[in-house]
T-cell receptor, first 113, second 112 residues
């Protein structure tokens, strides 16, 4: 199994909703990442987990809350989002967090109304 | 701060034409360099990478890239493009920190 899977593929939510994005990999990778990609822009790093511990938080607002329950799973909990948070949310993983190739999932396309 | 520049925003080529996409980065230390491709409606896929050794690296689908340290460049090349190469191409740089910096991307359109 050499892929990163993400669910759901699409998500529409209101500004008062609570939802979660899920990412899974079974490659034995111990680093996992969340990126945000707006239309026609490059991916921007949000969070890095290394060995299930949060190692990087790129000044992301608290309405985004990551969680890494085990080495294969990475969640992103969403609450009280704004319309400008609408974007493609990409998950990636790598063997470790240092100088390794990152493998990306297909993303969850999020629309906040 | 580190940055990655891709000066070509949109490139349009006919099939069989040669391709070169520019990538320059600003970071003085050790770097790992990547080219990712995003086909329409698909996720980011790794085309090729440079970690160390031979500065000319070959990737999938006939792509290659050359790392020129003195020019802080990692340009992507393909001698003869196909219609199926139509996609968005991102250059990315990994520095000593646990971060991957992406360029703004170059959209390649290949006309049959």
């Amino acid at each position: 199994d050499t892929e990163v899977t993400q669910t759901p593929k699409h998500l529409v939510m209101g500004m008062t909703n609570k939802k979660s994005l899920k990412c899974e990999q079974h490659m034995g990778h111990r680093a996992m990442y969340w990126y945000k990609q707006k239309a026609k822009k490059p991916p921007e790093l949000m969070f890095v987990y290394s060995y299930e511990k949060l190692s990087i938080n790129e000044s992301v607002p608290s309405r985004f809350s990551p969680e890494c329950p085990n080495s294969s799973l990475l969640n992103l909990h969403l609450h009280a989002l704004q319309p400008e948070d609408s974007a493609l949310y990409l998950c990636a993983s790598s063997l470790t967090s240092s100088f390794e190739t990152q493998y990306f999932g297909p993303g969850t396309r999020l629309l906040v109304l | 701060a580190q940055s990655v520049s891709q000066h070509n925003h949109h490139v349009i080529l006919s099939e069989a034409a040669s391709l070169e996409l520019g990538c320059n980065y600003s970071y003085g230390g050790t770097v790992n360099l990547f080219w990712y491709v995003q086909y329409p409606g698909q996720h980011l896929q790794l085309l090729l990478k440079y970690f160390s050794g031979d500065p000319l690296v070959k990737g999938i689908k006939g792509f290659e890239a050359e790392f020129i340290k003195s020019k802080f460049s990692f340009n992507l090349r393909k001698p003869s493009v196909q219609w199926s190469d139509t996609a968005e191409y991102f250059c990315a740089v990994r520095t000593g920190a646990n971060n991957l910096f992406f360029g703004t991307g170059t959209r390649l359109t290949v006309i049959p």
